[in-house]
């Protein structure tokens, strides 16, 4: 190992760049790429939300007619961008530090990105048509080779790579990986840019394959081995040193927050861009109609502002589930970024939801509907959190840290704060279904008891663990009871 | 001092939550509240980037008619929101650990400050009229309650404060000066609130007030130093400890650094939902008249996708050199925050920018004048970046790295950096100026040119100090010569 490479292991990671050298630590450019994704993410939510359903229109029918194409454009962005994202993440663990000329190839990578869903929108209108989705393909490879460039950048500069790879005598080994990782779907797009001309829903297909690809290989793997046995894998791992842990749990913590906090803060802040454009009133129509009195024409707006308010709450607390879920979690594993995805993938058709709550509110026939979507999309949000930490729980000693582990008063109180969301929405929707008459106030009550239950959870939590402590040493004691009256019994019994 | 605390500093602020205590590290909460604030402070741009302006109107009446309210509401909430930023940055730094109930009130708070922008929307539509200021002056006393809240949690349970504020025997100082600082702006947002019923200009200087009152208490404080000498500050400096560390100095180099991130990081997506809603043509539009072409028909957007990628090569690259700025910066005063701020306002303004190049390209009347705004954005936006860097200079022992201080190989890269864009803006203003019928070409050219010349620019720079070395040793050995000679003379003269 050279001089100046110990010089920058002992440096570590945090200490900012090189004297002198243009080195520079990744940190500030992964956190703007995050936010670039996450918004790029979420933001296709807002055609399908801006799209205008007559309020006689049944909104089942209107639902199947108008939105699916928008909703299948917002689903394959979300899909293809946290995609493309953890690809991303996978790269800069092996390129640790960055230069000038990674920074601008990044940026050239991320604008790119930035333009899938334009090919998506063209998809979504034209079925049919091949520029689609040969425009998508074409994109895809672009990304791909400016991220190939990126790895064979990093490999010729060795100081900018993680400094357990720079040392390893693998090296090619481990560049060949990451290449492979990093081209495996632009190749498949490559096939179905190909396929376009000839014969489309190939091409759909490809570009299917392209999402569920990672998740595809890790499952064969895993059957693989529960086929096979343990054997092969322990092979691997020793001739790869910590292979495992830098290449194949592609997750770091870090990036999932970030990501996630751009997903809730872009969601949170979407409905009051249609607050600002559709509900200020127009001067003259408040001269005509109201007679100038501003307030009584703001009255009629009074649900749009209880949607947005609604709409920021339910997400604030849901971010603030998903922070503390993270608190406790030390490691991400792939399975938990998946479910982590699936959660932001609901959490970005919020906006949807209250945009309907708010235009349904009171006077149509779809108000019921428009509150159950609502439920429905808060209960999955929440319920893949839910999931999040119990998979979190089966890799115990691995993903959480000690004090939140199953049976401590944490574990309890992280429960309560998991499970009340999925339960209030849940027993929301039912009441809904039972009380249809009251869906709005049930409605509007849910989301105004939340915060003060969430407020009140911790008490809630000890009084119930102080309960169930007191009926389990009044049962103990019974118990033990039970076990001296036995004694004193037995004795005579074995004297009989 | 008690045990827990003490064992509380060494556990050190990085090592996330004490182990069965509620106690969290306040990084993340932070950062998602950076994110909100900055997708807020920014999205109001949009209302001014959708305004639909005849390409027949000449552009300069129109922005005097149409655009001057939602100019002046972006305007507003920019600088209100990043007074609220200001002062949030400031409380968590007196309060370094949050806990559930912190956080929830803190998201409270979030909430009320997205909301402002619709209240600056009611104030521009109905300037006579007292309900939007009420409106806006209700909404800002509800957040310095708020804030106040969390001041009074956060000195009852001492453990989550700053531990240097911890220790010292002033809290109750510390206390109120925070508080001070906290209520000011709603104070002044209050007496408004009761004036916007009386005497509604007096409201709009008061609200005014509140955005120029932390500068101009620091401008008055500057003033006073100068004319009383600095004895006074001294003083002031012996009785407070680390007063000026950590009230004073209210930026931390993260925090701006992540509003920064944000701002720039919407900035660059808000572009691809314009061109995702407007761009896609409708197929039966194609099939009547482009005889089904989906590409015939797309090639008349081509000037919007030019205007897309211009605009996100321009932000991505006005980053890129925030982001180069910042790595040598070590603090960040108030001034430099200042300027920063000023700085992300203009790059906010360049959706509008390109909205309008793309809008006017090539067909109408104010094709030269939409080229000319966006010159004149980008070389504002870019100059108050160079300000920070010269304003640091000021200042290099205590705000910047050792090494690139002036002077050094790193300092004239920097300056390079810096000076690029206002050149190239300011350069390609003129011309357009002096080659009107060209205008598009140079500005088309000017964006791909930049891209390269920033590859490109520490070659430049290296060839540059190289020749200017080789010149000034030149001189140098000519001066040599010359001394020599003279050495070789004076003996002579000496003697004659």
């Known amino acids: ?25 990744s940190h500030r450019l992964l956190a703007y790429s995050d936010a670039l994704l996450s918004i790029i993410a979420t933001v296709m939510i ?32 979300f899909l293809i961008v946290t995609v493309a ?57 672009i990304i791909g080779l400016i991220q190939a460039v990126i790895v064979a950048y990093g490999f010729y500069h060795p100081h900018l790579l993680n400094p357990q790879i720079q040392e390893s005598e693998n090296q090619n080994f481990y560049k060949r990986h990451i290449l492979k990782i990093i081209l495996r779907g632009p190749v498949l797009c490559f096939l179905a840019a190909i396929f376009s001309f000839f014969f489309i829903p190939l091409s759909y297909v490809l570009l299917g394959l392209v999402i569920v690809f990672p998740h595809l290989s890790r499952l064969i793997t895993w059957c693989k081995t529960k086929v096979l046995g343990q054997r092969g894998e322990e092979e691997e791992h020793h001739s790869l040193e910590t292979f495992t842990f830098y290449l194949s749990e592609p997750l770091s913590k870090e990036r999932v927050e970030a990501f996630s906090d751009g997903v809730y803060a872009i969601v949170a802040t979407l409905l009051i861009l249609d607050i600002c454009e559709d509900n200020v009133p127009d001067p003259r129509e408040v001269e005509e109609k109201f007679h100038g009195s501003l307030l009584e024409a703001l009255s009629q707006y009074g649900p ?17 589930v998903h922070h503390s879920l993270f608190l406790y979690v030390t490691k991400a594993t792939r399975l938990m970024g998946l479910l982590n995805i699936l959660s932001l993938a609901f959490i970005g058709g919020l906006p949807l939801a209250y945009q309907l709550t708010s235009e349904f509110a009171e006077k149509s026939h779809n108000e019921i509907e428009a509150i159950q979507v609502s439920c429905v999309i808060t209960f999955f949000a929440s319920i893949f959190q839910f999931a999040i930490w119990t998979t979190a729980l089966l890799n115990e000693e691995e993903t959480l840290h000690a004090f939140a ?51 009140a959870l911790r008490i809630f939590v000890r009084i119930f663990l102080t309960a169930i402590k007191s009926v389990m040493s009044l049962s103990r004691r019974k118990v033990v009871l039970l076990e001296e009256e036995e004694a004193c019994l037995s004795p005579n019994e074995t004297l009989s």
Chains 1, 2 share one sequence.
């Open 405 to 455: 582990r199953y049976g401590g008063k944490e574990h309890a109180f992280m429960f309560a704060k998991l499970a009340l969301y999925p339960c209030v929405s849940l027993g929301a929707f039912f009441l809904t279904c039972l009380l249809s008459e009251f869906s709005t106030a049930i409605f509007h009550l849910m989301q105004i008891v939340i915060p003060f239950a969430f407020l």
């Open 1 to 25: 190992m050279s001089a100046p490479r110990a010089a920058a292991r002992e440096r570590g990671p945090g200490l900012g760049p090189e004297p002198g050298s243009s080195t520079q630590t």
């Open 304 to 320: 749009n502002y209880l949607a947005y308010f609604g709409s920021f709450v339910t997400i604030g607390l849901l971010w603030f």
């Open 85 to 141: 994202w953890a690809a991303h993440v996978r790269l800069f663990q092996v390129i640790e530090h960055i230069d000038d000329v990674l920074a601008l190839l990044n940026l050239a990578c991320m604008m790119i990105i930035t333009f899938l869903p334009y090919t998506f929108s063209l998809m979504a209108s034209f079925p049919g048509v091949p520029f689609g989705i040969f425009l998508f393909s074409v994109c895809a490879v």
């Open 46 to 77: 807002l055609p399908v939300a801006h799209t205008k359903i007559h309020p006689d229109q049944k909104l089942g029918e209107s639902v199947q007619q108008l939105l699916l194409a928008k909703i299948a454009v917002y689903l394959m962005t």
